[in-house]
Structures are given as structure tokens and as C-alpha cells.
């Protein structure tokens, strides 16, 4: 198995430039969230999916939209860029009848200059 | 919502020493606490949790205890090795309320010296 992926591993983009960043997991987890990492701020929570079908919005939802495609997908998008959200993102995931715990892919490091 | 502060920021101890991180939350209604460790440039990895019908629990070197009636719950690191150097986060959700959604504390860094 090889548990929660993500898609890129670095970007640079341009303010105002979008991009999708990608999210999969062979685990038959039925919960999956999108959070973002800064230094001195831990890990906040951007949008989650508690099931396929349907989406929330977390801590830091503005700037951002998702789709969960698939049980499997849950993908982030960046319709237009911006410095402040430059951060390392973090892909993770849960079995809503089993344990509590959640497995994280290991991160896109993005750069919006 | 939920509001987690950890302290320390930063901790440094010798090998073999015991190091010890705080935690405070405001929800009297969560119910789950884990701690997650991250080396750098590594993602997050579970290393402890605790549920809140229990007061204590222990995993070889590492334990965590919770005390509800204060809300603050604490990871305890005996016996120190260089290869616990990492940033540990603690979190807590109200899980059957918000479909597992953690609240994470702005981590500590702990740097071990030989």
C-alpha cells in the first residue's frame, strides 16, 4: 500500500496563477482533509471530507475550493494565488468505523511569488 | 471552536533526560488527544493518542496523561535519543461532533545534544 499520496511535491507560482493540488489514498478511508502548515502556526485545517460526496470548510477555508472526486481523490485548488499562501500542504486521512487516526501524505511545498 | 496552546516552543535537553510538553484545550467536549511527531522535511506521524475516559497512557519511552477537569494534557519523553529531535504537535477533536476534525497546538521543537 502506499497510503496517502500527493501530487506535486514543490510548485512555484505566479500571483494569480491557479493550480490543483492532487490527493489519493489506497487505504478505503472514508474521511479526508486538506491542511496547511507555516512555521510557528502548527497544522490548520483548510477543508475536509467527512465522507464521498460531501465537503466542509475548516480553519482556513478562503482562497481555496476542493472536490472530493472519488472515494479515493480529494484534490485542492488555487483559482488565483496569493503570497500569503505560501505554505507546505498536507494531504491526510481517516477510517471514520475504525481508529481515530489519521495518516498524512508527505506534503506540496508551494511558493506564490 | 476548539483552541489548543502548547508550550514550549522550543525544548532542549541532554540525551537520557526527560522531556516534557504541555498542552491546554477550551472544548470541554473533546474526547481525543493524540500527539504526532515530524522530522524535518518528513509529514506528521501519529506516536501517542489518548482518549478521554482514560487518565494515563504509556508506550515504552513515551506516555501521555489528561487531566479533564483542567483541560490541559501532557507528553512525557523519558530516557532522551538523538533520534527524538523532531517537532511535536498535540491536537484535540470533539470527534463524534466535527467527523474527526483536529485542532492542532503551534508545536514544540526539541532538539536532543549528545
Known amino acids: 500500500n502506499a497510503g496517502v499520496t500527493q501530487t506535486p511535491k514543490f510548485q512555484v507560482l505566479k500571483t494569480g496563477q491557479s493550480m490543483t493540488l492532487q490527493c489519493a489514498q489506497d487505504m478505503n478511508h472514508n474521511s479526508m482533509y486538506w491542511y496547511r502548515q507555516d512555521p510557528g502556526m502548527g497544522l490548520r485545517l483548510i477543508y475536509y471530507s467527512a465522507s464521498e460526496g460531501t465537503t466542509d470548510k475548516g480553519e482556513v477555508p478562503n482562497g481555496y475550493n476542493v472536490s472530493r472526486l472519488n472515494k479515493r481523490e480529494f484534490s485542492l485548488r488555487l483559482e488565483s494565488a496569493a503570497p500569503s499562501q505560501t505554505s507546505v500542504y498536507f494531504c491526510a486521512s481517516k477510517d471514520r468505523k475504525q481508529t481515530y487516526e489519521q495518516y498524512f501524505g508527505p506534503g506540496t511545498r508551494l511558493t506564490v511569488t | ?109 526539541v532538539v536532543v545534544t549528545p
Do not use: M
Open chain 2, 1 to 109: 471552536g476548539e483552541n489548543v496552546e502548547q508550550h514550549p516552543s522550543t525544548l532542549s535537553v541532554q540525551e537520557g533526560d526527560s522531556a516534557v510538553i504541555k498542552c491546554t484545550y477550551s472544548d470541554s467536549a473533546s474526547n481525543y488527544f493524540p500527539w504526532y511527531k515530524q522530522e524535518l522535511g518528513k509529514r506528521p506521524q501519529l506516536i501517542i493518542d489518548i482518549r478521554s475516559n482514560v487518565g494515563e497512557k504509556k508506550d515504552q519511552r513515551i506516555a501521555v496523561t489528561l487531566n479533564k477537569t483542567a483541560k490541559h494534557f501532557s507528553l512525557h519523553i523519558t530516557e532522551t535519543q538523538p533520534e527524538d529531535s523532531a517537532v511535536y504537535f498535540c491536537a484535540a477533536s470533539t470527534d463524534r461532533r466535527s467527523w474527526g476534525k483536529l485542532q492542532f497546538g503551534a508545536g514544540t521543537q
